[in-house]
């Protein structure tokens, strides 16, 4: 099996964590700092492990990303140095091996308390200025390994998902019934005519966040910065607010025409607010593709224990292709 199928047992094994370890020690003699305690690793999954480090300068955090989100320091890098306001520029990067160090921050907006309605709107429009920004910076985000998945690529990759979880083995989660399958292929034209209406219509593709919430924002000398862009991608703009309407719907039930007529507010030059939302409907068709194909890449090694939690996301995502917008059963919506 390639060493990348083998994600979270390698980064569990005392050999990578020394590794790690060292080459951590190495970017902080670098920035004049020194750690000072022992490194924890908090977290793994198939996708990310995170280690923690004291230092004489404080806290600071170590992420290692799985093949298919190893762009991440990357694209974290590029963006800060677009949006140096937005997005706070890692301490360092190892940009072939998806490393990456940044300071720590405290405690998130989502994690210090219940974010309130205002608060979300703030984050959704920060959200929209930060695309509108960056929306002429296609050529610099995608060399730094940002995937591209813009309309125009999405009927290309709704093929290539269906042929991938129809050839996974009968007993993966995300396995494709071979009838169901070429029912997917036979309704591909759900997907072709939501990309004309997307194409024909004026907002652009930029960057997607791909985890917009506000657990995945830091509040520092009073201005929100993101991180966390794991998931990221640079596909149409609308898709960024599949999960602040996961939220809203399922989660915090802050009113969702709320947070949209604030997202709304930075493209109103270009299309007025009912117009906007009427997109929303073929841009969840993309979205639930490009959803599938960022879980796809990320259990890509997931071990037994890993399937049985997120195992099925790739083929829940790629069935919500063809589920309407808004969703019948708020519970199992975007």
Known sequence: MPAHDLFSQTVAT?????????????????????????????????WSTQLVAPSDHGTVWFKANCRSSAYEPAVHLALSELEPGEVEAP????????????????????????????EWQEVVELAARVQRQVADHGTALLAAGLPDCSPATVPARYAWLVDQLADLPADHPSHLPSDEAA??????GVVDEAVRTLLAAPLPASLQHGDLHPGNVFVVDGMMRFFDFGDAQWAHVLEVLAV???????????????????????????????????????????????????????????????????????????????????????????
């Open 14 to 46: 005392e050999d990578w964590r020394q590794e790690a370890t060292h080459w951590i020690d190495e970017q902080l003699a670098a920035a004049g700092r020194r750690r000072t305690g022992d490194v924890v690793q908090r977290r793994i999954r198939p």
């Open 91 to 118: 301490l360092a990067i190892d940009a072939d091996r998806g490393w990456m160090v940044t300071a720590d921050r405290g405690t998130t907006l989502g994690d210090s308390h219940d974010a309130t309605l205002v």
């Open 183 to 188: 029912s997917l292929r036979e309704r591909s």
């Open 244 to 334: 602040p309407y996961g939220y809203s719907t399922r989660v915090t039930h802050h009113p969702w025409p709320a947070l949209l007529d604030a997202y709304a507010t930075v493209w109103e030059d270009l299309l007025d607010r009912a117009a906007l939302e009427a997109l929303m409907v073929p841009a969840m068709v993309t979205h639930a593709v490009n959803r599938s194909f960022t879980w796809l890449g990320a259990i890509e090694g997931a071990q037994p224990e890993e399937l049985a939690e997120w195992g099925d996301s790739a083929l829940y995502y790629l069935r919500l292709t063809h589920e309407p917008f808004p969703p019948e059963d708020p519970e199992n919506g975007p």
